[in-house]
C-alpha cells in the first residue's frame, strides 16, 4: 500500500521587516488601489463573475435565436435600437454582436481572469512562501487595465453600429469591412480593448515569473514546487510570448479600420490569411493559457481528497512543459481550409497528435491518484473529477480535428464548437468551481456549504453535457458555426428539434449557477468560520490562519528543508489516514 509522503518541513526564521497587522490602511488602499495580492486576487474574483453573468446572457441569446429564430424576446424591444431588433426579433446583425462578444467576454474576461488573476494572485505568493508579488504596483496596475479593457468591452454595445460582430475570432476581410456594415465603432474599440487586455496579461505574466524564480522560501526548490504553481509558472510563460503577437494584430487591425492602412485587405494588397496565422499564433497556445492553470489545480486537490501524493510528480512537470513548448507549433490546424500546402499540413497534423501524448500523461497520472485511493467525494472532488473526464472527451474529440481530411468535413461546423465547450468549458469552468470551493476557507475564512455544492454540481454536469454534446450530432449532421437560422438551410431542417433541445439545456444550464452564487456569497458572511486546514491539506497556505489577513502572509520566512518523496510516514496507509490529522505549526504536508 502506497503511504502518504512526509510534511514539507520547516523551521521559520527571520521575521518580515514589518507587520501591516498594526497599520490600517485606508478603505482606497483596502479595497480599490490594494497592493495585497490577496485582495488583488478576490478584486478579480468578483468582477470576472459578473463577467459571467454577462457572457452566460450573451450566449442564451445566442442559443434563443437559433432554437426560436422568429420568436420575440420581451422587452428586447424597448433595450435596443430597430436594426438590432425588429418587434422584439433579434436580427442577423444582432446576432453576430452577441455571438462575437460572448465568446471574448468569457475568453478574456473570465476563464483567463478566473485562472490566472484569481488563483495566480492567490496561490503563488502564499504556496512557495512570499510575503507579496515581486512587484505589488504593477500587480494593482494589472488588475485595472483589465478592468477598464473590460469596461470598453462592454461600452462597444452603446456606440453607433453596436458591439464587434466579426467573430470572436474577427477573421479578415469580415472585421475589416466593419464600416461597410456599420459596426467600425465597435470593432474598433473591440481592438483597443484586447490590445489593453494584452498588456494587463503580459504585466501580470511578468510579475508571476519573476515572483516564482525569486521569491520562494529558503529551501523551496523548483521540484518542490506544488503543482500549481508550476501551471501558473508556465502559463506565464506562454503569455509572455503569445499576448504581443495578438495585440499586434488587433493594433493593426485598428489601423486598417481607421487609418486607411491595408494590412489584411486583400483587395488592396493585403493579406488575410495573415491575421488567421497571427491570430493562431495566440489561439492555440491561448487554450493551453486557459487549461494549464485549471489542471495544477486539480492536481493540488486530488490527491487531498484521494489522501494519495500525486502520482508521477516530475512526470506532470515535464508533461505541462511539453503542452506549453508543444501549443506554438500546431497552430496551423485551425488552418486546414484555408489552401495550405499539404506537406505544411501533414506537420501541423503530426505535431497536433504529439501533443495529445503529453495529456494522456496527465491524464493516466490523475487515474494513478485516485487508484485504490480513501476517496473523498467532498463538492471539490466531484469537480475535479469531472474535469478530468470533460477533458478527456474534448480531448479525444480535439484528435479528429488532427487529421486534415476529417477536419475538412467537420470544420467551422458545432462539431468544433461541441470541442472548444468541452475543452474550455467542461474541462477549466469545472477546474474553476472546483478551486473556488477548495480555497473559499483560505479567502474568506468561511465554508461553503457542501450540500448546496453538490446540488450546484450535479445540476452544471447534467445539463453541461445534455447542452454540448448533441452539438457533435450537429456538427455532423453538416450545421455550420454562426449561423442566425438554421431553418433557412434545407439540410438542417430536421436537425432543429436538437437545437430546441441544446437551447433549452443551456437555458437550465445558466440557472444551475444560481445556488452557487446563492451559496458563494452567503457563505462569505454567514457561512460556518473555517478552521486552519479544513480539508487537511498539504501546502503552505494551509499553515496560516484562515482567511489569511497579515498584509506579509507569514510572521516569519519559513525554510523548507524536506520535499515530496524524500521519507514516507511509517504507518500511514492510504486506507487508514487519521481523519483529525492537524498540520504540524508551519510545516507543509506533501501530497506531491
Not at 489516514?577 to 501530497?591: E, S, T, V
Request: with cysteine; charged share 10%; aromatic share 16%.
Amino acid at each position: 500500500m502506497q503511504t502518504l509522503a512526509a510534511p514539507h518541513s520547516v523551521v521559520e526564521t527571520e521575521a518580515h521587516g514589518h507587520h501591516d497587522g498594526h497599520h490600517h490602511p485606508s478603505f482606497f488602499r483596502t479595497y480599490i488601489w490594494s497592493h495585497d495580492h490577496k485582495m488583488i486576487a478576490k478584486q478579480y474574483l468578483v468582477c470576472s463573475l459578473f463577467f459571467l453573468l454577462v457572457g452566460g446572457a450573451l450566449a442564451l441569446g445566442v442559443r434563443y435565436k437559433i432554437a426560436f429564430p422568429d420568436s420575440p424576446v420581451p422587452l428586447l424591444q424597448y433595450l435596443l435600437p430597430s436594426s438590432m431588433v425588429v418587434d422584439g426579433v433579434i436580427q442577423p446583425g444582432m446576432y453576430n454582436m452577441l455571438l462575437t462578444m460572448h465568446a471574448t467576454i468569457m475568453v478574456f474576461f473570465v476563464v483567463m481572469p478566473l485562472l490566472v488573476g484569481v488563483f495566480g494572485n492567490f496561490l503563488i505568493p502564499l504556496q512557495i512562501g512570499a510575503p507579496d508579488m515581486a512587484f505589488p504596483f504593477f500587480n494593482a496596475l494589472s488588475f485595472w487595465l483589465w478592468t477598464f479593457s473590460g469596461g470598453l468591452m462592454i461600452f462597444s454595445f452603446f456606440v453607433p453600429g453596436g458591439a464587434a460582430a466579426g467573430g470572436w475570432t474577427s477573421y479578415a476581410p469580415l472585421s475589416t469591412t466593419a464600416a461597410y456594415n456599420g459596426t467600425q465603432m465597435g470593432q474598433s474599440l473591440w481592438g483597443v480593448a484586447i490590445f489593453i487586455n494584452g498588456l494587463a496579461s503580459i504585466a501580470g505574466a511578468a510579475n508571476y515569473i519573476t515572483t516564482v524564480i525569486n521569491m520562494r522560501a529558503p529551501g523551496m526548490t523548483m521540484f518542490r514546487l506544488p503543482l500549481a504553481v508550476w501551471s501558473l509558472f508556465i502559463t506565464s510563460i506562454l503569455l509572455l510570448l503569445a499576448i504581443p503577437v495578438l495585440g499586434a494584430a488587433a493594433a493593426l487591425l485598428f489601423m486598417d479600420l481607421n487609418m486607411g492602412t491595408h494590412f489584411f485587405a486583400g483587395s488592396n494588397g493585403g493579406d488575410p490569411l495573415l491575421w488567421q496565422h497571427l491570430f493562431w499564433f495566440f489561439g492555440h497556445p491561448e487554450v493551453y493559457i486557459l487549461m494549464l492553470p485549471a489542471m495544477g489545480l486539480v492536481s493540488e486537490m486530488m490527491p487531498v481528497f484521494a489522501r494519495k501524493p500525486i502520482f508521477g510528480y516530475r512526470a506532470m512537470v515535464y508533461a505541462m512543459a511539453a503542452i506549453g513548448l508543444l501549443g506554438f507549433i500546431v497552430w496551423g490546424h485551425h488552418m486546414f481550409v484555408s489552401g495550405m500546402n499539404l506537406t505544411l499540413s501533414a506537420a501541423f497534423s503530426l505535431s497536433t497528435m504529439v501533443i495529445a501524448v503529453p495529456s494522456a500523461i496527465k491524464t493516466f497520472n490523475w487515474l494513478g491518484t485516485v487508484w485504490k485511493g480513501s476517496i473523498r467525494f467532498e463538492t471539490p472532488m466531484l469537480f475535479a473529477l469531472a474535469f478530468v473526464s470533460m477533458f478527456v472527451i474534448g480531448g479525444l474529440s480535439g484528435i479528429f480535428m488532427a487529421s486534415t481530411p476529417v477536419d475538412l468535413f467537420v470544420h467551422h461546423t458545432y462539431f468544433i464548437v461541441a470541442h472548444i465547450h468541452y475543452v474550455l468549458f467542461g474541462g477549466s469552468m469545472f477546474g474553476i468551481f472546483g478551486a473556488l470551493y477548495f480555497w473559499f476557507p483560505k479567502m474568506f475564512g468561511r465554508m461553503m456549504n457542501d450540500t448546496w455544492g453538490k446540488i450546484h454540481f450535479v445540476l452544471m454536469f447534467v445539463f453541461f453535457n445534455l447542452t454540448f454534446f448533441p452539438m457533435h450530432n450537429l456538427g455532423l449532421g453538416g450545421m455550420m458555426r454562426r449561423i442566425a437560422d438554421p431553418t433557412q438551410y434545407e439540410h438542417l431542417k430536421a436537425l432543429q428539434p436538437i437545437n430546441i433541445f441544446v437551447t433549452i439545456s443551456a437555458i437550465c444550464l445558466g440557472f444551475s449557477t444560481i445556488p452557487f452564487l446563492i451559496n458563494f456569497f452567503y457563505s462569505m458572511y454567514h457561512g460556518p468560520k473555517a478552521a486552519m486546514n479544513p480539508w487537511e491539506s498539504n501546502t503552505l497556505e494551509w499553515t496560516l490562519p484562515s482567511p489569511v489577513t497579515l498584509h506579509g502572509n507569514f510572521e516569519k520566512t519559513p525554510t523548507v528543508y524536506n520535499g515530496p518523496y524524500e521519507y514516507s510516514v511509517p504507518g500511514m496507509e492510504t486506507d487508514h489516514l487519521p481523519q483529525d490529522m492537524p498540520p504540524k505549526p508551519g510545516a507543509r504536508i506533501a501530497a506531491h
